[in-house]
Nanobody, 125 residues
Framework: QVQLMESGGGSVQAGGSLRLSCVSP?????????MGWFRQAPGKEREGIAS??????KYGDAVKGRFTISRDNAETTLYLQMNNLKPEDTAMYYC???????????????????WGQGTQVTVSS
């Protein structure tokens, strides 16, 4: 079973920035297939916010223009750069991956097989 591990969460004031990272202790490579970031606030459904597929990088409307998904050249680390954070961005953030090909936006949680345990992001006003 592939394990993913997120880091970089924390508490920040509105307008601030954080960068989340995701690695696989077992050596899963973020190459091909689909990979993405999701978040879940208390009492809400898990929301897809950014993905990388062969079709390119896609973003949810709530984070477009503020968040950037990327991976390192070695394809061992997935990043989420979050700028201009807002209190409504407060949530548990998860990285996810799946080796299968995906076309389009690919932000549904049901498209991903491998998940991390999450890292908490809290934005205060």
């Amino acid at each position: 079973q592939v394990q993913l591990m997120e880091s970089g969460g924390g508490s920040v004031q509105a307008g601030g920035s954080l960068r989340l990272s995701c690695v696989s202790p077992g050596g899963y490579r973020f190459s091909g297939g689909r990979m993405g970031w999701f978040r879940q606030a208390p009492g809400k459904e898990r929301e897809g916010i950014a993905s990388i597929t062969d079709d390119g990088n896609k973003y949810g409307d709530a984070v477009k223009g503020r968040f950037t998904i990327s991976r390192d050249n070695a394809e061992t680390t997935l990043y989420l750069q979050m700028n201009n954070l807002k209190p409504e961005d407060t949530a548990m953030y998860y990285c996810a991956a799946d080796p299968r090909w995906c076309s389009g936006v690919c932000l549904s949680q049901y498209l991903y097989h491998y998940w991390g345990q999450g890292t908490q992001v809290t934005v205060s006003s």
